[in-house]
């Protein structure tokens, strides 16, 4: 295979890992500020400070789209990652129930996908590659 179908290939992985890893936060945030007041009630119940909740709507909507576009996306992915494990950590620690566990493991394996991402970037086929490439010349 050719160096660039390689390329091309890795780009298009980059870019369909990302919009799939953002894909739950992007939703999840738009179901979070319909829902504000029962989120702020569940992280409460779990014993999360519910003023953390604005933190998080913020992380899941503007780094979802960062990491999208491929802009700031090793920082955003950075953040999600330490999200995902402190998620996992503060509402699925109780192992005894299958589905936390499981709840749990996602939380890790997401983490995981993340951290992949800040280590190779966005790829060529991102909105801030578009833009440096439209700068220079």
């Not at 298009?12 to 799939?20: F, I, K, N, T, V």
């Not at 029962?38 to 604005?54: D, E, N, R, T």
């Amino acid at each position: 295979m050719s160096r660039t179908a390689e390329d091309a290939i890795r780009d298009a992985g980059l870019l369909a890992g990302r919009l799939l890893l953002v894909f739950i936060f992007l939703h999840e945030s738009i179901g979070l500020l319909g829902n504000y007041a029962g989120a702020a009630a569940y992280m409460q119940k779990s014993g999360v400070p519910p003023l953390l909740l604005p933190a998080a709507i913020a992380l899941q909507l503007g780094g979802g789209l960062l990491v999208a576009t491929g802009i700031f996306s090793r920082c955003a992915a950075l953040a999600f990652a330490v999200f995902c494990v402190c998620t996992a950590i503060m509402f699925h620690w109780q192992f005894a129930d299958r589905n936390q566990l499981l709840h749990f493991q996602k939380d890790l394996a997401i983490a995981g996908g993340f951290l992949v991402l800040a280590c190779c970037g966005p790829g060529n086929w991102s909105l801030r590659r578009f833009l440096s490439r439209a700068k220079q010349g």
